[in-house]
């Protein structure tokens, strides 16, 4: 090689050490050691900037929207009202196996983690930069905090937050509240949101009934909702289900939290179909319109209400509630012809049906549908109890040991003038109202009285007891004082005062409880998390004395043997009650207990058509007039029976006054016989001193029966067996009714 060739290779030698040389001067080892820790300290003073700078925000609008639920006694769904099917319950309601199924599915390090998972974040950084898809590896913390405090949106922004406020919750929050809130935001497919949903989408029970199994699936479900619910997956995600359940459970148990031999015991717990949530058709929107008024009532405001979350248990029997439809349905309504008979489609009924005992309501009927007919014809106040008054003026009487004009203390035995049209005695203001029918009775007993409804008697008796003193006494036993028409006038006798069966329904509860005061209560529990709402004892002090009450209470067993309630008499069941129909037919009323029920039936005639106008309710059906003894005791009769299986126990009485009265065999009608009321069977009415011998009745022995040892009567006559009235042309008797469809 020549020096020319020599130089030349010298030279390029020589670029390519002072090349080599360059590179060396700007990435020598101590500054790439330099410029990582640069870029570290870059990255730990922005993170502490950002811990720093990120607040753990409000909950977002979706984890603040629940739902309320409203149910049977027995746990049975009524509705759900809200936006959102969600209930959150706490972390002590829920099984604390299924508790661990959730850790065990998500993140077993979650009790002694810092809330949040760098590698699973950085996984799921790496994938939302690189448009992967949805993250994974995300910790219980994430999870919660992803659902709680931020959004579903997947940006390199949110992750971020997601991560720094994670660490912060799981400074400031318990690991139960983490875990909490992390099963009650959690979606589960099925529209539910919340653990408590997810436990009755899917099983029909509360969280806090969940098996350990039951509560593995749901943790499963958590990963794909929607493809992992057994009732739609496709064989393949079957599969899948299966093992993430097995997973879950082999989990718990390398966790210790669950034995190896129980688990190899278990077996999949298919869950239930899908099932649509209950609305507010039907029954169903009444009783929650009576729930949310009772609530109101104790205090919890209709805002704090209407954001959700409440768990309301009712009183209501499903097995009574069906009962009572059942028996509107098939006493009355089948029997209505809206579009044929335009006088049909103003009936409306409404019911409420109480223990005595507890003062829960029992059963409600609001009217045929909530969602045509949105006021509940179970709690209105604007139709007249009409003649179910009537029992309330002889308990104020005995309450305050009142005396007749000529002195003589009233109890049952007392006589009266029944005539028609008498001017009441001792009254500042006229009055002199008439009987059904215009009928006269005479000398006629105050049981008697009470049988036939006379109103004549009731209106003097109102008068020497004392208006005020009546009035006392019916609010005491829990009338309204303040519903429209009650004054303290002598028409208050024919109960002109506004009422709802669920004033009455209590009214008789307190007679039926022996003078204890029963307000009737529709819910038995509301929950909202830890938060629970106090409500007032249904049962309350003695308002009346016990052999008052029980006074009324045997007068009244004559009204079902011997008078206007006789369509309600049944073999081997104890029962008293008063029928009831106002002015022009527009309400009639039968409101009766046995020992163990006390029900009050209400038809109103309504017209819709003219904004609700008071009608008459004459013609219903295709038949005459509509009274208390007709269609209202029919469906007492027939859910009375249906609802206690036909027995009802007896009367457990203080008195040794009132009924013990065979019932009034039916009359055969005879063209000689000018009167159409039946001959009257003995009673216990004395003589009074004014009356002549010819117009007092028969007195039977002076030895008091008890109403227990009543003859046994016949059941009431069957629709295709119409027993025909004996007051023709109105008052309370039964009515001829049409047969049933």
Known sequence: MGRAEARRAQSRGSRRANAKSGIRRFFTWRKLLGSFLAVCTLGIGAFIALYLLIDVPGANAQAKLQSNTYKYSDGTLIARTGDLNRESVPLSKVPKD???????????????????????????????????????????????????????????????????????????????????????????????????????????????????????????????????????????????????????????????????????????????????????????????????????????????????????????DKGKQKALERAVQRKLTSRLDPKGRKVDSHVQAGAVSVNPKTGMVAALYGGKNYAKHETSNATRTDYQPASTFKPLILASALENDAKTQDGVPINADTMYDGTTERPVKGSDVAFAPPNEDDKSYGPVTVQRAMNKSVNSVFAQMAVDVGLD????????????????????????????????????????ATLDNHGAKVTPRVVKSAERGEEKVDLPDPIGAQVVDRTTADTVTSVLTGVVDDGTGSAVRSTGMDIAGKTGTSDDNKSAWFSGYTPKLVTSIGLFGEDNTKGGKQVTLKGAAGGGRVNGGGFPAEIWAAYTQDALNGSSGEFDLETDQGAAVAPTPVPTPTTSSPDPEPTPSKTKESESPSASPSESETTPSPTPTKPSDRPTVSPPPQPDDPRPSTEPGGGDEPQLLPPEN
């Open 98 to 316: 299924v508790q661990h199924a959730f850790v065990a599915a998500e993140n077993k390090s979650f009790y002694t983690d810092q809330g949040v998972d760098l590698k699973g974040t950085a996984r799921g950084l790496l994938n939302t930069v690189t448009g992967r898809g949805k993250q994974g590896g995300s910790t219980i913390t994430q999870q919660y905090v992803k659902n709680y405090f931020l959004g579903q949106e997947q940006t390199v922004t949110r992750k971020a937050k997601e991560l720094i406020i994670s660490l912060k919750v799981d400074q400031q929050k318990t690991k139960s509240d983490i875990l909490a809130g992390y099963m009650n935001t959690s979606y589960y497919g099925r529209g539910a949101y919340g653990i408590q949903a997810a436990a009755r989408a899917y099983y029909n029970v509360d969280a806090e009934d969940l098996t350990p199994q039951q509560g593995a699936y749901l943790a499963a479900l958590l990963q794909a909702p929607s493809q992992y619910d057994w009732s739609a997956a496709s064989e393949t995600s079957r599969k899948l289900v299966l093992q993430r359940w097995n997973y879950v459970l082999n989990n718990m148990v390398e966790m210790k939290w669950l034995d190896s031999g129980e688990r190899s015991g278990m077996k999949f717990p298919k869950p239930i179909a899908p099932r649509p949530a209950p609305g507010l058709k039907g029954q169903s929107g009444y009783l929650v319109k009576a729930a949310k008024a009772e609530l109101i009532k104790a205090g919890v405001s209709e805002q704090v209400l209407a954001a959700g979350g409440w768990n309301i248990t009712l009183g209501v």
């Open 469 to 508: 003193n009546v009035k006392k006494t019916a609010v005491d036993l829990g009338m309204d004082g303040e519903a429209g028409g009650f004054g303290t006038h002598p028409a208050m006798s024919l109960g002109v005062m506004g009422a709802s069966p669920l004033n009455m329904a209590g009214v008789y």
